[in-house]
Every structure is written in structure tokens, then in C-alpha cells.
């Protein structure tokens, strides 16, 4: 059996994969954010039977000795752990530094003392920036154009710095935009739906004209895996996307055709980038990860987001989320 720690476990990609790695067979170590609550995030939603089987630990990947710890005994590391929150990187820039550079640096040299067979390094489309070649694939040129992305930029600089320096079996994985249940609220789809459940008319949001391509989270995590046993993208970095786009308005007339119709959309300066932060265009090109495992998506938009949908409307989840707030 094989011993995995996913970190971020407690999130919501981390949360999925650790749920789908338990069913499948593995031993799963889940380093989830110490906090005074004891609570393991997303992961206490998972029913009873596979939460029973989740060895949980509770820690902060900017400190060595944690991960250290974590890391004691396992063959494979999805490290998803990070600041995600594009917004938030211009308000706290030195915390995305610490948590997504020193973060990852320190599974990197961890690493190097251990057995670890794979290390799953995950990246963000964000580090494309707005597209100058379409489709975008993994030669496309980095553009920092926020504080996160800046960050992991840099992470997976020194990722693939300890592949050629030492050695080490990574892989840099880089999802698109990925949606589904358990996604948080500052997110454009749980966004979108949370207000319009609610009775909201009005339904506020940032960019209208952006575009993004949505990857189903069911179909990012089974990229993660394959990648995880593929051992000719060790040393590369891959992209999960689904090769459509779609505007964050066609999207947000989508969600409220399925909601409530008579609902319209606004923007609100108050969720807008500033103008050369905004990323106005991302659609990936998947065709490496086709090439080397054979992945393709398997759920398309309407069925991803009807799924979305039907996990919002049981009330449990749904008041999980603050409505009437953004939230950064």
C-alpha cells in the first residue's frame, strides 16, 4: 500500500483527492492548517467510513520540523498547500512569500533526505497571464501579474531547480480553472450561485469579459493522479485544462438561466483587478497530458456546473457561505 501525504488536504482540490486516494487504496496522511478548533476543513464532510481511514495531521507548511514530520514514511507527495486568494496577495504579499515560496522549499529539502518516489508540485495557470498564444501551452511565457502569481512562479522555479540540481521526482502539475463543491466563496462560481440561491436580484461580481477554462474538480484530481504514475513527466511541468473558454458573463447567464432567470448581473468596482493585474484571457492546452497519460475530461461545463449546483442547494452546505459579503 502506497503512503501519500497531501498537503492542503484540508482545502478544496486537497480535500477531493484525499477522499479519492483513500477509496482507491491508499494510505493517506492529510496535513490540514492547525487551527484552535481542531477542525480538518472540507475533509469533516467526507462520509464517515472514509474519514475514519484519513491519518490527519495538523500543521503549517512554513515550518520545517512540520513537514518534516508529515513527511516521515511516504512514498508520494501532492503538495497543494498555499494562498490562494488573488485579491488578498496585494494585501499580504509577505504571507503568500513565506507560505507559497518557503512552503514548497521546504518540501524540496525535506525531500532530498527522504525516500520520496514522486512529488507533485502544484502550480496555477495564473503564472501564463493573459494569453499571448492560444492555446496556451507549458512554453508559454510566465507573467507575474499578481503578488500570488508572482509566488508561485517562483515555486516552481525552485521545483524544478532541485529536479536539475539533485535530482529530486517532481513534477510541476498545473491546473486551469478548476470548480465544484467545496469550493471557497471567493471563487467565481461558488460566487455566482451562493447569491442567486439566496434571492439575491442583483448579482454582483467583478470583470464581466474575462475568460476562463473550467475544469471540473473530479477531472483535475484524476489528472493528478495519472501524472502521479507517469514516470516520463518527471522533471516537466503539464497543464489540466479542458481546451474551452468561456466569459465570466456567459457563465454568470448560464448559472442564472439555471437558477433564477429573472435575476440580472452587475460589476462592482469594488471586485475589480487593477487594470494590469487582470488576467482578460486563459485557455489551456492539455495535449502534453494527453499525450503522456492519456487524460481527457470527461465532464463537460453544463454537467459540472448542474453537479455544482445540486451540492449548493442542500441547505448544510449552503450556509457554509457568506452570500451578502465579498470575500477577498
Not at 488536504?9 to 487504496?25: N, Q, W, Y
Not at 520520496?116 to 494569453?131: D, K, Q
Not at 507575474?144 to 536539475?164: C, L
Request: proline share 5%; aromatic share 8%; with cysteine.
Amino acid at each position: 500500500m502506497k503512503r501519500v501525504l497531501v498537503t492542503g488536504a484540508d482545502g478544496f482540490i486537497g480535500s477531493h483527492l484525499t477522499e479519492s486516494l483513500v477509496r482507491k487504496g491508499f494510505h493517506v496522511r492529510a496535513l490540514c492548517q492547525y487551527n484552535s478548533f481542531s477542525s480538518p476543513g472540507w475533509i469533516d464532510t467526507i462520509e464517515t467510513k472514509i474519514l475514519s481511514q484519513i491519518e490527519i495531521v495538523f500543521g503549517d507548511i512554513r515550518d520545517r520540523q512540520v513537514v518534516k514530520n508529515a513527511m516521515h514514511n511516504i512514498d508520494i507527495v501532492y503538495h497543494l498547500a498555499a494562498l490562494i486568494a488573488i485579491p488578498f496577495s496585494f494585501i499580504a504579499v509577505e504571507s503568500y512569500v513565506d507560505t507559497n515560496i518557503k512552503g514548497t522549499l521546504n518540501i524540496l529539502e525535506v525531500a532530498r533526505d527522504s525516500n520520496i518516489s514522486r512529488i507533485l508540485v502544484t502550480s496555477t495557470s495564473e503564472v501564463y497571464g493573459t494569453a499571448k498564444l492560444i492555446p496556451i501551452d507549458e512554453t508559454h511565457p510566465r507573467q507575474p501579474q499578481s503578488p500570488y502569481s508572482a509566488t508561485k512562479i517562483a515555486a516552481d522555479a525552485i521545483a524544478e531547480s532541485y529536479h536539475r540540481s539533485f535530482g529530486l521526482p517532481m513534477t510541476i502539475v498545473r491546473p486551469f480553472n478548476t470548480y465544484g463543491p467545496r469550493q471557497s466563496a471567493r471563487a467565481i462560481i461558488p460566487a455566482i450561485i451562493t447569491q442567486l440561491l439566496n434571492g439575491v436580484k442583483e448579482i454582483k461580481l467583478g470583470n464581466l469579459k474575462p475568460t476562463r477554462d473550467l475544469v471540473y474538480v473530479e477531472d483535475t484530481i484524476e489528472g493528478f493522479q495519472r501524472i502521479a504514475i507517469t514516470d516520463s513527466l518527471i522533471g516537466e511541468d503539464v497543464n489540466i485544462a479542458t481546451e474551452r473558454e468561456i466569459s465570466i458573463e456567459e457563465l454568470a447567464k448560464e448559472l442564472v438561466q439555471q437558477i433564477n432567470p429573472s435575476a440580472i448581473v452587475i460589476s462592482e468596482d469594488l471586485r475589480l483587478r487593477p487594470e494590469t493585474s487582470e488576467v482578460y484571457r486563459l485557455l489551456g492546452s492539455a495535449q502534453k497530458l494527453l499525450l503522456h497519460t492519456g487524460w481527457k475530461p470527461e465532464i463537460d461545463l453544463n454537467l459540472g456546473l448542474k453537479k455544482t449546483i445540486d451540492w449548493f442547494k442542500k441547505p448544510y452546505n449552503l450556509t457554509k457561505y457568506k452570500h451578502d459579503k465579498y470575500t477577498i
